[in-house]
Structures are given as C-alpha cells and as structure tokens.
C-alpha cells in the first residue's frame, strides 16, 4: 500500500464550486505539505503543517485553506474555484529526523472549467 | 526569496550515455534534495544532500555549498531514467522548499 495516498487522482470542477482534496499518510510523520505544479515548471508551497496545531502559509497560499484533521491527515480546499487553480496538487510529508526528505503522494489532476 | 535555476531545461540522451544536471541557488541552505518526477506524474526523492557528495546505482550527486550549487550524474542512461528531475532547496527551519524549474530528460532506446 502507499504511503501517502490523495483523493480524488481527478477532478473536474466549475468556477464557484468549493471542493476539497485529501491526504492520508502512514508513514507517522509530523510534518505535512501542499503543493501546486502548473505545467512545465517546479512545484509551490501552499501551505504546511508541522503537526495536528500548527498550520503555515506558503507561497501561494491565496484561495486555499486547509485542515489538520490528524497526524495522518491533511486536507486542501478550494473556497470557490476558479480556471487559474487548474493544476496538478501534490501533498508531502516529512519527519524532522530522518533528515528532512519529503515524500509525495501520487498527485491529484484537477481541471477548473 | 531564494532563487533556484536549473540546466540545462531539456536533455535528449541516446541509451547508455552519461549526462550531468546543475543547480544553482542564490543564497546559503540547508536542504537541498533531488527529485525525479516519472512520465506518469509521481515524485520520487533521490537524494538528500545539502553537502558532500552521494552514490546511489547509476545516480550520483554532489553539493558545492560554498560555492551554490548541486550537480546530479547520470551514467549508463536508461529509458526509464526519463522524466523531469527537480532540484529543491531549504534555508529556513521547518523544511519548506523552493523547487527550481527542473531538466526535462528524454532518453531515446
């Protein structure tokens, strides 16, 4: 089984809409992250957490929230969608002793119409 | 905040060959990891390395921290060895990452 999982893989969705995506780790780690990758470049911070009571901004942090349900999950939503926010969104997570490699999930596709 | 550039944007190797990735980062860090993102999307961690020098298989890399930048050595290429490959990079505590552009690899058989 993966260690990081996100749901939906794909989304479609209107402008307006609010929707969430979701992560689930079992790797045990404290630290949490959501990223944004628009085609042909790098990936962007948008939020991370470094546990269940502590939530930070990222870089792009306008037009999202998110939530720190549990240690293993992290939630990302949309307040109201727009097609600029078409992207593919990854979650990552670390543990602060096992030198800070971050981990990613498989990526969720969502497609803002 | 802190720059990363990455080069060259695109490498098409032929089967078998070697090839060399660079990093460059504006400003001192303490993270610095490598990335391999396959055709389908998923991101795979290659390497940790803020510093020194690491081997793992056909892949190796080192970090000139003094001097800014990380090199990523692909020897005795392979088609699965296509994809993007990410260079990202921390300076702060807690681990956030700025990611460069990436090197986009084709390798033909």
């Known amino acids: 089984d993966a260690d990081v999982t996100q749901t939906p893989r794909n989304r479609i969705t209107k402008t307006g809409k609010r929707i969430m995506l979701e992560c689930s780790q079992t790797?045990?780690?404290?630290?949490m992250y959501w990223y944004r990758q628009d085609p042909g470049l790098g990936l962007r911070l948008i939020y991370y957490s470094f546990d269940v009571k502590d939530i930070n901004k990222g870089e792009i942090s306008d037009g999202y929230s998110v939530s720190r349900q549990a240690q293993a999950k992290f939630s990302l939503s949309l307040e109201s969608a727009i097609p600029n926010q078409t992207a593919l969104y990854f979650c990552?997570?670390?543990?602060?002793?096992?030198?800070?490699?971050?981990?990613f999930g498989p990526g969720t596709r969502l497609l803002v119409l | 905040g802190i720059q990363v550039e990455q080069s060259p944007p695109d490498l098409i190797l032929q089967e078998g060959a070697n090839s060399t990735l660079r990093c460059n980062f504006s400003?001192?860090?303490?993270?610095l990891q490598w990335f391999h993102q396959n055709p389908w999307g998923q991101l795979i961690n290659l390497f940790y390395i803020p510093s020194g020098t690491k081997q793992n298989g056909r892949l190796s890399a080192t970090t000139v921290a003094t001097e800014r930048y990380s090199l990523l050595y692909i020897s005795s290429s392979q088609t699965t060895d296509s994809g993007v490959y990410f260079c990202a990079v921390g300076r702060a505590a807690g681990n956030k990452l700025t990611f460069g552009g990436g090197t986009r690899v084709l390798v033909k058989p």
């Open positions: 990552a997570t670390s543990d602060w002793d096992r030198q800070e490699t971050q981990y």
């Open positions: 790797k045990g780690h404290d630290r």
């Open positions: 400003d001192s860090v303490n993270n």
